[in-house]
């Protein structure tokens, strides 16, 4: 074999391992952008669930506040559909209505009495069991 048969054939060697570095790096490029386009896609689902999630919860808390003040707003009711409401007709209500709300933590019975009915009131609350009650201003 002659030197220009070697030599061609250190040449053809040389190109083969060109081409082939050629081709790996063309891989690495397509499997780095593969997985960057993968990421971003993963990241955008992500971001789509977590807001969902976030509306879901959000829905959530505003339907249970405002049952809560459902509860709170319908003691006007209460009011409203009798001529007085004494403790204990209030206390049914409350516990019917706290049952329902495990937010609301109290429902007060807090009657407005003029001064000039305080002791007669006083005293008739007394008498139904509350021995030690009194009204403050």
Do not use: C
Request: proline share 2%.
């Amino acid at each position: 074999m002659g030197v220009g048969a070697r030599n061609m054939g250190k040449a053809e060697k040389q190109n083969w391992q060109g081409y082939a570095l050629l081709i790996a790096a063309t891989l690495v490029t397509i499997g780095f952008l593969l997985g960057h386009y993968n990421h971003q896609y993963v990241r955008k689902d992500q971001q789509s669930l977590l807001q969902a999630a976030g509306k879901e919860i959000g829905d959530s808390f505003k339907a249970e506040l405002q049952h809560a003040i459902d509860i709170v707003e319908s003691t006007t009711w209460l009011f409203y559909a009798s001529q007085a409401v004494d403790r204990e007709e209030f206390e049914n209500f409350a516990v019917n209505a706290l049952r329902t709300a495990p937010n609301v933590k109290e429902l007060r019975w807090s009657p407005r009495i003029p001064d000039e009915q305080r002791d007669a009131f006083v005293n008739q609350v007394r008498e139904q069991g509350l021995k030690d009650f009194d009204l403050k201003e």
